[in-house]
């Protein structure tokens, strides 16, 4: 018994020193999986890099005399780290002194322009001085044009951007100047004179590197923006009164360029979401931004604002922002004029009921032209266009491609026409552009007939009819005053126009209609 009692604890003493001398365990960290970092809006939202990270451990214990832990970490970062997000920004607050004709709503249609640089006194118009950085935003009355109001006064470093609700109720501007804390997109309730900056930035309306230009619903109410957030580009719709904002395409990719429809149900916009689901690390589908250059064109998209419903117009790539003929008709242009390997811009026409997208072109010849500063008539049946390939012309057209009229009277560069139809369509008003407007007043009628053929000075540039289709407002510019121009308002044939800034001194930009509308 002694003897097997022996026996046992030797055997017990031999199994110890085995387990002491055996390697500790070495534990394995589980392939790690990497989470996608997730980016929140909230109205006043502050946008931090993500860093998620992920921890294996692994504690396996020998037990005799000796116990042995080991710990395995795995830091997961995002592959790009994302752009601090624009937020909600609601300050630099004035109220500006109003007429009671402004702020009780514009019922008869006014002219809106710009006076940079104005002068009290000068002793020769004609003589270069510096600038003063002042600029004045004006409406005037054609019934009334010796009464110019004074709406806004800002002191700016470049040239004023403004942008009017057409119902005269509201308006956005840009401030950039040596004061750069408070630089940025502001926007006005003309009910009230009340004005507030909502986007801060030197220049607030180019985003990854893309214009674009805001625009006002219908109503005044809301302001279409295109906005940087994390990743990519969304399109936001900030309310009037400042009240806040909200992100209404919401998407990982590039949305821009939004365009409000006639009757404020829909919005149209560009966007690479067919190319590019998403511009976020880790999300399906994602394009990487540190290997691919950000897009400056896309698809045009169609969103009805009420339901958020979708609709893709385009299969074709647009390099520019879609533009609306009238509520039913939604009008885009491809290709990139100014691409010299592949310069041909095409029309396409779509239809919004029924969601049809067309081609519009010549029915023979001249494949391989360019459609260049067209201006369709209200109804969409028909359009005048310039027309480029080896030559230049202005062409009358069906919106099928039947040629109803040939100019050759008429030959300006290329994109240096600009035309309007009168709302009525009973007129058409043919202009220059960009300052190249070598004729004088030219109005047509609605089959194209001679209406006016005034000589200059004053050339006519960058006409624009009225709501009520009664009277034309366009620049025209006096070579004999070292190329001077003005703001004229005429009737709706073209005669009797009124010089509007002949006692300004700097420089007159036309900006359009306000008020009046239907």
């Not at 992920?54 to 790009?80: C, E, G, H, L, Q």
């Not at 007129?427 to 004729?439: K, N, T, V």
């Not at 004088?440 to 004053?458: I, L, M």
């Given at each position: 018994?002694?003897r097997?009692?022996?026996?046992?604890?030797?055997?017990?003493?031999?199994?110890?020193?085995?387990?002491?001398?055996?390697?500790?365990?070495?534990?394995?960290?589980?392939?790690?999986?990497?989470?996608?970092?997730?980016?929140?809006?909230?109205?006043?939202?502050?946008?931090?890099?993500?860093?998620?990270?992920?921890?294996?451990?692994?504690?396996?214990?020998?037990?005799?005399?000796?116990?042995?832990?080991?710990?395995?970490?795995?830091?997961?970062?995002?592959?790009?780290?994302?752009?601090?997000?624009?937020?909600?920004?609601?300050?630099?607050?004035?109220?500006?002194?109003?007429?009671?004709?402004?702020?009780?709503?514009?019922?008869?249609?006014?002219?809106?322009?710009?006076?940079?640089?104005?002068?009290?006194?000068?002793?020769?118009?004609?003589?270069?001085l510096?600038?003063?950085?002042?600029?004045?935003?004006?409406?005037?009355?054609?019934?009334?044009?010796?009464?110019?109001?004074?709406?806004?006064?800002?002191?700016?470093?470049?040239?004023?951007?403004?942008?009017?609700?057409?119902?005269?109720?509201?308006?956005?501007?840009?401030?950039?100047?040596?004061?750069?804390?408070?630089?940025?997109?502001?926007?006005?309730?003309?009910?009230?004179?009340?004005?507030?900056?909502?986007?801060?930035?030197?220049?607030?309306?180019?985003?990854?590197?893309?214009?674009?230009?805001?625009?006002?619903?219908?109503?005044g109410?809301?302001?279409?923006?295109?906005v940087?957030t994390?990743?990519?580009?969304?399109?936001?719709?900030?309310?009037?009164?400042?009240?806040?904002?909200?992100?209404?395409?919401?998407?990982?990719?590039?949305?821009?360029?939004?365009?409000?429809?006639?009757?404020?149900?829909?919005?149209?916009?560009?966007?690479?979401?067919?190319?590019?689901?998403?511009?976020?690390?880790?999300?399906?589908?994602?394009?990487?931004?540190?290997?691919?250059?950000?897009?400056?064109?896309?698809?045009?998209?169609?969103?009805?604002?009420?339901?958020?419903?979708?609709?893709?117009?385009?299969?074709?790539e647009?390099?520019?922002?879609?533009?609306?003929?009238?509520?039913?008709?939604?009008a885009?242009?491809?290709?990139?004029?100014?691409?010299?390997?592949?310069?041909?811009?095409r029309?396409?026409?779509?239809?919004?009921?029924?969601?049809?997208?067309?081609?519009v072109?010549?029915?023979?010849?001249?494949?391989?032209?360019?459609?260049?500063?067209?201006?369709?008539?209200?109804?969409?049946?028909?359009?005048?266009?310039?027309?480029?390939?080896?030559?230049?012309?202005?062409?009358?057209?069906?919106?099928?491609?039947r040629?109803?009229?040939?100019?050759?009277?008429?030959?300006?560069?290329?994109?240096?026409?600009?035309?309007?139809?009168?709302?009525?369509?009973?007129?058409?008003?043919?202009?220059?552009?960009?300052?190249?407007?070598?004729?004088?007043?030219?109005?047509?009628?609605?089959?194209?007939?001679?209406?006016?053929?005034?000589?200059?000075?004053?050339?006519?540039?960058d006409?624009?009819?009225?709501?009520?289709?009664?009277?034309i407002?366009?620049?025209?510019?006096?070579?004999?005053?070292?190329?001077?121009?003005?703001?004229?308002?005429?009737?709706?044939?073209?005669?009797?126009?009124?010089?509007?800034?002949?006692?300004?001194?700097?420089?007159?930009?036309l900006?359009?209609?306000?008020?009046?509308?239907?």
């Amino acid at each position: 018994m002694r003897r097997m009692l022996i026996i046992g604890l030797l055997a017990s003493a031999l199994s110890a020193c085995s387990a002491l001398g055996q390697a500790p365990a070495t534990p394995t960290a589980a392939p790690s999986h990497t989470p996608t970092p997730t980016v929140t809006q909230v109205p006043s939202e502050t946008l931090s890099p993500a860093t998620p990270s992920a921890t294996a451990t692994a504690s396996p214990t020998a037990t005799a005399t000796a116990t042995a832990i080991a710990t395995a970490t795995v830091t997961n970062t995002p592959t790009i780290t994302p752009y601090p997000a624009i937020g909600l920004a609601f300050d630099n607050w004035t109220i500006a002194e109003l007429p009671d004709s402004i702020k009780d709503g514009i019922s008869s249609p006014m002219i809106a322009f710009l006076n940079a640089n104005n002068r009290q006194s000068i002793g020769n118009i004609a003589t270069a001085l510096p600038n003063t950085g002042q600029q004045t935003l004006y409406l005037v009355s054609p019934s009334n044009p010796g009464r110019r109001i004074p709406i806004l006064d800002v002191t700016s470093s470049s040239t004023l951007k403004v942008y009017l609700a057409q119902n005269g109720e509201a308006l956005a501007y840009v401030k950039d100047d040596e004061d750069v804390g408070s630089n940025g997109l502001y926007i006005m309730d003309l009910s009230s004179g009340f004005s507030a900056r909502v986007l801060p930035g030197d220049n607030p309306l180019v985003q990854r590197g893309i214009f674009a230009e805001p625009d006002w619903s219908p109503d005044g109410s809301q302001l279409a923006v295109t906005v940087a957030t994390g990743y990519d580009l969304d399109i936001f719709l900030y309310a009037k009164d400042g009240s806040g904002r909200v992100n209404i395409s919401d998407h990982g990719a590039f949305d821009f360029w939004p365009r409000w429809s006639p009757d404020g149900r829909y919005l149209a916009f560009v966007s690479d979401r067919e190319q590019c689901p998403s511009w976020t690390p880790g999300e399906a589908g994602f394009c990487d931004a540190s290997k691919l250059d950000f897009p400056t064109s896309g698809k045009v998209y169609l969103i009805e604002v009420a339901t958020g419903i979708l609709r893709q117009m385009s299969t074709v790539e647009v390099a520019e922002p879609p533009y609306w003929i009238n509520a039913d008709l939604l009008a885009f242009a491809s290709g990139d004029p100014f691409d010299l390997l592949s310069p041909q811009r095409r029309l396409w026409l779509a239809n919004i009921d029924n969601g049809n997208t067309s081609e519009v072109r010549l029915e023979t010849g001249r494949e391989n032209a360019s459609y260049l500063s067209e201006a369709w008539s209200p109804d969409g049946q028909q359009l005048l266009v310039q027309i480029a390939d080896q030559g230049s012309q202005l062409l009358l057209m069906t919106r099928d491609g039947r040629l109803l009229h040939q100019d050759n009277d008429l030959d300006f560069p290329r994109f240096g026409m600009s035309a309007d139809w009168s709302p009525d369509g009973r007129r058409l008003a043919i202009g220059g552009a960009a300052g190249q407007c070598p004729y004088g007043v030219r109005v047509k009628a609605e089959d194209y007939r001679n209406v006016a053929t005034g000589d200059p000075p004053p050339s006519m540039c960058d006409p624009v009819f009225s709501p009520d289709s009664q009277r034309i407002a366009f620049s025209g510019v006096n070579p004999r005053v070292d190329g001077r121009n003005d703001v004229f308002v005429a009737n709706f044939n073209g005669f009797g126009a009124i010089n509007l800034t002949a006692n300004l001194r700097g420089q007159v930009e036309l900006l359009g209609w306000v008020g009046g509308l239907p």
